[in-house]
């Protein structure tokens, strides 16, 4: 069975702080790794999808990078509008068809403070 | 502007009543789900259609029922069935990708249901 663990639950940061989050899992033939920020009361907003390890793709202050059991969503000096709920997400090889089987890990908690 | 739009953003219920979450998407995209998002928790798939007509079920799929009479639509009803039915529930959709290529779903706004 596929898991993903995201750590910490919950990030505190001051504006500018540098910091990463991480998501380890297990997955039996990774086919993709997504990342997702959600906002309180809305649906999860698509950010990066990472399919082989080494891979890295940056979005502004994001950068998330992929090896074979983690990856890491690094922020670069974030700032207030940055707070939200990282979600990670991975889709293994299964036998026949398997779109939108994501394992989701529980998310981390991001805080920025100005 | 294409996207997905659930609706109501907000949902009371008594229980024992069944409810209809209704979710709607003018993407285009063949596959559609359903998920459910608890506190600490991550999200689990309820159901997901490829294409119109047929849907299977998914990981929690116990008291809930789906349809797919229309590309554009795939409404969830909740049934009294479902022991712990207040939860956050979002609608997702995305293309299927040539010979099982992976790609990203793009989610609703979410429908909050509160059953009491």
């Known amino acids: 069975e596929d898991q993903v663990t995201q750590s910490p639950e919950a990030l505190r940061l001051q504006e500018g702080e540098s910091s990463s989050l991480n998501c380890s899992y297990t997955?039996?033939?990774?086919?993709?790794l997504f990342w997702y920020r959600q906002d309180p009361g809305k649906g999860p907003e698509f950010l990066f999808t990472l399919y082989s390890a080494g891979e890295e793709k940056e979005k502004e202050r994001l950068k998330a990078t992929l090896t074979k059991k983690e990856s890491f969503l690094h922020i670069t000096a974030p700032k207030p509008e940055d707070s939200a709920t990282y979600l990670c997400?991975?889709?293994?090889?299964?036998?026949?068809?398997?779109?939108?089987?994501?394992?989701f890990g529980q998310g981390t908690i991001l805080t920025v403070h100005p | 502007d294409g996207g997905i739009t659930q609706s109501p953003k907000y949902l009371f219920r008594k229980e024992g009543q069944n409810v209809t979450l209704s979710c709607e998407q003018n993407l285009n995209h063949d596959a559609m789900y359903w998920y459910r998002q608890d506190p600490g928790q991550g999200l689990r798939l309820i159901y997901y259609s490829q294409i119109v007509n047929d849907f299977q079920k998914g990981d929690i799929a116990e008291g809930y029922s789906v349809s797919r009479e229309k590309k554009e639509s795939f409404p969830l009803t909740v049934t009294s069935a479902q022991k712990n039915p207040t939860a956050f529930y979002l609608c997702?959709?995305?293309?299927?990708?040539?010979?099982?290529?992976?790609?990203?779903?793009?989610f609703g706004n979410g429908t909050r249901l509160t059953v009491t």
């Open positions: 997702a959709s995305s293309i299927v990708g040539p010979r099982g290529g992976v790609s990203p779903l793009h």
């Open positions: 997955v039996s033939g990774l086919r993709g």
């Open positions: 997400a991975v889709i293994g090889l299964v036998g026949g068809t398997s779109y939108g089987k994501l394992t």
